[in-house]
């Protein structure tokens, strides 16, 4: 019985998140906004797939990004980042959502995702830019998240 439910666990796509009791992996800070939080799923070879949780888009890919031991996961095309959108609120593929500039959202990237393109949208690339740009800009989080 006990192999029998390891077997469904779910590997691919986001998880549940515990609104206000998990915490970003970057920055630590408690998710608690439900229309800007992001998951990226990893898989190391020969283990089961891992999800790592974060409070904004920008944490997940300065993580992913920045964080040497995190270049495997980064440059892996099995690799996930999902993203809430930030009306529905539903989980969407960060990688085809188009990103909405001007939003308030938790670490200040200021990016609202959704599956619509609208004018001005930037794809998932150009968000990718701009979270770069806003990070040097602001120095948002200094040198001492990257670990």
């Known amino acids: ?3 029998s439910a390891c077997g469904n666990e779910k590997q691919t796509g986001a998880v549940d998140t515990k609104w206000d009791r998990d915490v970003c992996e970057r920055c630590m800070m408690m998710l608690s906004d439900r229309n800007f939080s992001a998951q990226v799923r990893v898989f190391p070879a020969g ?3 891992k999800v790592y949780k974060f409070d904004d888009l920008g944490c997940a890919v300065l993580w992913l990004n920045k964080v040497e031991k995190q270049a495997v996961y980064r ?8 993203v809430n959108d930030y009306k529905s609120k539903e989980w969407i593929d960060a ?5 909405i ?3 308030i959202s938790p670490m200040g ?3 609202g995702a959704q599956l619509d393109k609208a004018d001005g949208a930037l794809n998932y690339q150009q968000a990718v830019e701009h979270i770069y740009v806003v990070e040097e800009k602001l120095n948002i989080h200094g040198g001492n998240l990257d670990h």
């Open 1 to 3: 019985m006990i192999l």
């Open 47 to 49: 283990k089961r797939s």
């Open 75 to 82: 440059d892996n095309p099995k690799t996930e980042i999902w």
């Open 95 to 99: 990688k085809k959502a188009w990103y």
């Open 101 to 103: 500039k001007d939003e």
């Open 109 to 111: 990237y200021g990016l």
